[in-house]
């Protein structure tokens, strides 16, 4: 019996990941096709707010946001992989390849936004 509970377990570990997988791959869709005008939404409610001392950066401009949308769907496909990794290797060895090297390839594309926005915000003059 002990047996069955714990591959019982694994099963709903296992849906349970997948699911938050899904969940990220359709917020991150959303926001990419800016479904509903989500993007613009998010653009005017939330990315393009200052932070305490930080000026908006990348993620307030339409390309950013894109961007930072591939990266959660990029993250909820490498979950997802993860999630059905047991019981189809191959479709989720693919899945974590896929997503990790989209991530990784958003990320430098993201950081290099976010040095280009930051580099060309307007800074008052030096005191000498």
């Known amino acids: ?12 570990c296992r849906e349970l990941v997948v ?3 899904l969940v ?13 005008g989500a ?17 908006p950066g990348y ?9 930072y949308a591939t990266l959660i769907l990029a993250l909820g496909v490498t979950v997802a992989g993860v999630g059905i990794s047991p ?3 191959s479709a989720g060895l693919l899945g974590i390849a896929l ?3 989209v991530f990784a390839i958003a990320s430098v594309i993201a950081i290099r ?6 580099r060309a915000l307007s800074r008052p003059p030096r005191r000498p």
Do not use: F, K
């Open 1 to 12: 019996m002990r047996g069955a509970q714990r591959r019982g377990r694994r099963s709903q």
């Open 19 to 21: 699911a938050l997988g």
């Open 24 to 36: 990220l791959m359709g917020v991150g869709t959303v926001l990419l096709i800016s479904l509903g």
């Open 39 to 55: 993007a613009d939404a998010v653009i005017r409610r939330v990315t393009s707010r200052n932070l305490g001392e930080l000026a």
């Open 59 to 67: 993620a307030a401009s339409p390309g950013g946001l894109r961007v």
């Open 87 to 89: 019981s189809a290797s």
């Open 99 to 101: 997503g990790v090297a």
């Open 113 to 118: 936004g976010e040095v280009r926005t930051y």
